[in-house]
Nanobody, 126 residues
Framework: QVQLVESGGGLVQAGGSLRLSCAAS????????MAWFRQTPGKEREFVAA???????TYPDSVKGRFTISKDNAKSTVFLQMNSLKPEDTAVYYC????????????????????WGQGTQVTVSS
């Protein structure tokens, strides 16, 4: 059974940084595309970043240049480095995984992913 456990959320002032981690177990990590999504109350889950098996990265314009996704295959962990945080980045951040036969493909839709973490709260104060 795939299990994803996020950590690293918290309260930070605007302009600050946070680093989220997602520890994965129950899967062959190198065979999975990994991603981060976020959600605020009353809104749909929003794509934040994805990393392919080969390390290719995809971001939406809203976080491009500020957020960086990375992974450590040896530790089955994916990270999200968030810099220059804004109040509108406030959300619950979720780690997601999907097995991918493509080494280079990333996915940006939440229904492309079939394993999810419990989420970690990120709050950015103005």
């Amino acid at each position: 059974q795939v299990q994803l456990v996020e950590s690293g959320g918290g309260l930070v002032q605007a302009g600050g940084s946070l680093r989220l981690s997602c520890a994965a177990s129950g899967l062959t990590f190198s065979m999975y595309t990994m991603a981060w999504f976020r959600q605020t109350p009353g809104k749909e889950r929003e794509f934040v970043a994805a990393i392919s098996r080969s390390g290719g990265r995809t971001y939406p314009d809203s976080v491009k240049g500020r957020f960086t996704i990375s992974k450590d295959n040896a530790k089955s962990t994916v990270f999200l480095q968030m810099n220059s945080l804004k109040p509108e980045d406030t959300a619950v951040y979720y780690c997601a995984a999907t097995q991918s036969w493509s080494g280079t493909r990333t996915y940006t839709r939440d229904n492309d992913y079939n394993a999810w973490g419990q989420g970690t709260q990120v709050t950015v104060s103005s």
